[in-house]
């Protein structure tokens, strides 16, 4: 059923929002606020609708031409069709209205444009599909063929071009990082054979690459085949090594990275005992210590917890201590008193531990999120139990995409 609407605001997702001539809300992707457009309803549901766009009938003068062919083919972008001042001033729109709806907070972030809004990305996932080596089409599992990624560091782009010429046909998919200390770069290769056999000529940037067994569409790391060069990767922040390799989380811009530990490091403060949560390979823990916190660190990936522990060495950090611990379910707070938390979860939040936290009155909350919507819901449990937002920041790490991360700092 076609539909003309005119584009009232985007929401989080990166979807524009129009009404039908029922009054239904309509989300229509790749549309700009102020456009009237004609658009397909894709699916119908009792309070919404989701539409693609037919034609564009006004465009809004504030649309640019996309600078990557497969803009709207690709899922990995969602806003190349406005220019970069104007995702950024929607991003800050739709935080505030999330949180607004969600608390009744009118939080006014301060908003750290990104250095780089191409070239930024240090890590990329591509899947194999019939010889096609790409990302995924958007929702689906469908590969849209990449000769390079205007988002990737000309590194992974270069890796890219290098590996597809000697890849076999068992490999289904590929994760690449960079050692952004260096800028060379690492892989792993997963595939379902056990016999698989890779041989990557010479290249002047990839370090080191793993071959690992792993069912599509597996979670997990899968069984390690073989391993060629070295594969941990390494990244300077605040005068801090952090180690890392493709097959952990880290954080995918690195120059915006540093505004967010310097945020992170600032707003934990000097001198005080630190439990950092969600902690990864010790991104905010290992600078926070350095400057004077005693922090313990948990993670739910063990692997990761091994990465912090050997850069905790490498720095001769002493007051930083890591354990592998499923924060959701393991009463962290049980036997430290920290007077300051750091949580920085998954897109799904953190619930349990946020009540935990905010039941155990620890002084100061600083939350670091990638997902509004988990962020308003969380958020509840701690102004709920008398504690005060006493700043906000937006550090825009993904340009390009719908992604909205943040920083709250809560106090009691
Ligand atoms: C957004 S990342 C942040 C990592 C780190 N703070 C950083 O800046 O690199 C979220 C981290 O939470 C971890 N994680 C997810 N669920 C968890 C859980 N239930 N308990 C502990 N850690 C968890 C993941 O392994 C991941 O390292």
Redesign the pocket.
């Known amino acids: 059923m076609a539909l003309r609407l005119t584009i009232e605001g985007l929401v989080y997702g990166g979807s524009g929002i129009g009404r039908a001539p029922n009054g239904k809300v309509v989300f229509v992707p790749y549309t700009v606020p102020g456009e009237v457009c004609t658009v397909e309803v894709t699916e119908d549901k009792r309070d919404f609708s989701k539409a693609r766009l037919l034609s564009i009938d006004e465009p809004s003068p504030v649309r640019v031409e996309p600078f990557c062919p497969l803009f709207t083919e690709c899922g990995g972008c969602h806003l190349q069709h406005l220019p970069y001042e104007a995702q950024l001033e929607w991003k800050t729109k739709i935080f505030q209205e999330t949180i607004a709806r969600a608390t009744d907070l009118e939080l006014v972030p301060q908003a750290i444009p990104a250095e780089n809004a191409t070239g930024y990305r240090a890590k990329a996932t591509f899947h194999v599909e019939d010889g096609k080596v790409g990302f995924f089409r958007a929702s689906s599992h469908s590969v849209v063929e990449l000769e390079e990624c205007p988002l990737l560091m000309p590194s992974i782009n270069k890796t890219l071009k290098e590996i597809k010429e000697s890849l076999p046909e068992a490999v289904h998919t590929i994760d690449v990082a960079v050692d952004v200390d260096t800028d060379k770069t690492t892989a792993i290769f997963y595939t379902e054979d056990a016999g698989c056999k890779l041989d990557i000529p010479h290249s002047t940037v990839l370090k080191g690459y793993e071959v690992r067994v792993k069912r599509r569409f597996q979670r997990g790391r899968g069984r390690l085949l073989y391993r060629r060069g070295e594969t941990d990767c390494s990244y300077t922040v605040e005068g801090v090594r952090l180690l890392y390799s493709a097959s952990?989380?880290?954080?995918v811009n690195p120059a915006m990275?540093r505004r967010?530990v310097q945020k992170v490091v600032e707003a934990v403060g000097k001198d005080v005992t630190v439990v950092?949560?969600?902690?990864?390979?010790g991104?905010?823990s290992l600078p926070v210590a350095k400057k004077g916190c005693r922090v313990e660190g948990?993670?739910?990936?063990g692997v990761?917890i091994e990465y912090a522990k050997r850069a905790a060495g490498l720095n001769s950090i002493e007051v930083a201590v890591f354990f592998p611990?499923?924060?959701?379910?393991?009463k962290v707070l049980e036997k430290i008193a920290p007077s300051v938390v750091?949580l920085?979860?998954?897109r799904g939040g953190?619930r349990g531990l946020a009540t935990e936290v905010a039941e155990r009155a620890v002084e100061r909350v600083v939350y670091?999120s990638?997902n509004p919507s988990t962020l308003g819901r969380d958020l509840k449990e701690f102004l709920e139990r008398g504690y005060r937002v006493v700043s906000s920041t937006l550090v825009d790490m993904f340009p390009q995409t719908h992604h909205v991360e943040s920083i709250t700092v809560l106090t009691l």
Request: glycine fraction near 6%; charge should be negative; proline fraction near 6%.
């Open positions: 952990v989380f880290f954080q990275n967010l950092d949560a969600f902690c990864g390979v991104n905010f948990f993670d739910i990936d990761a611990l499923d924060v959701e379910r393991g750091v920085d979860p998954p953190c670091v990638c």
